[in-house]
């Protein structure tokens, strides 16, 4: 699986828009890029996944450059309820054994009031 | 849907003593796994399965034990208590690539397990 870079921390300000960067330059072209978040002590929530197409529902919205080697996932309008840690991931798409998602040591988004 | 769910939510044993975590699933997903998180080491894989009757090792196997005997329900067993499992555990599972296109996983709420 590709190697994924996030920045250990980000902050931002309740009501605006949290753009949390993920450097994913080796991923291979079959490869999806997801995205999974951990509010403290409860078990990781999937928020959302592409593969090249901008994708979007009802929690975030994902941006991927065109040469697909980093994303932004975009949360419009933060809550203090969305402050967790967020994991990029990437990984093929269709499983043909296992089910492991490495989780790498995300970012720490904490929205403030 | 209940989605996953796992029992005990807190857990306290002794050194040496055995016990089952319980994981539970509603969804109809072939795929289950058992993850265990510590401090500064991210979610590792314990063991999984994808489908009743297969089971496989992840990358921390040793000391658990799992069987699958049928699609809703994922037990990990605890065979011999040991302080370095204290953790927490999280049960996961997810469609096959038969049944939908995805990889998304669908995670418990976890097991705080304490070994002294």
């Known amino acids: 699986d590709a190697k994924t870079t996030q920045p250990p921390s980000m902050d931002c300000a309740e009501g605006r828009a949290a753009n949390l960067p993920c450097n994913h330059s080796?991923?291979?072209?079959?490869?999806?890029v997801y995205w999974y978040r951990q509010i403290h002590s409860q078990g990781p929530q999937y928020i959302i996944h592409?593969?090249?197409n901008n994708e979007t529902n009802e929690m975030a919205s994902l941006i991927i450059t065109e040469d697909r080697k980093s994303s932004t996932l975009i949360l419009p309008h933060a809550t203090l309820r969305d402050t967790a840690v967020y994991y990029c991931?990437?990984?093929?798409?269709?499983?043909?054994?296992?089910?492991?998602?490495?989780f790498g040591e995300g970012t720490q988004l904490t929205v403030n009031p | 849907n209940a989605g996953v769910t796992q029992t005990p939510k807190f857990q306290v044993l002794k050194t040496g003593q055995s016990m089952t975590l319980q994981c539970a699933q509603d969804?109809?997903?072939?795929?289950m796994s058992w993850y265990r998180q510590d401090p500064g080491m991210g979610l590792r894989l314990i063991h999984y399965?994808?489908?009743?009757?297969?089971?496989d090792q992840g990358e921390v196997p040793n000391g658990y034990n799992v069987s699958r005997s049928t699609t809703e329900d994922f037990p990990l067993r605890l065979l011999s208590a040991a302080p370095s499992q204290t953790s927490v555990y999280f049960c996961?599972?997810?469609?096959?690539?038969?049944?939908?296109?995805?990889?998304?996983?669908?995670f418990g709420p976890g097991t705080r397990l304490t070994v002294t």
């Open positions: 996961a599972s997810r469609a096959s690539a038969g049944q939908t296109f995805s990889y998304e996983q669908y």
């Open positions: 969804m109809n997903h072939e795929y």
């Open positions: 399965s994808v489908g009743a009757g297969i089971t």
């Open positions: 991931i990437v990984r093929v798409g269709r499983e043909t054994s296992g089910s492991r998602l490495t």
């Open positions: 592409g593969l090249k």
């Open positions: 080796t991923i291979s072209g079959n490869e999806y």
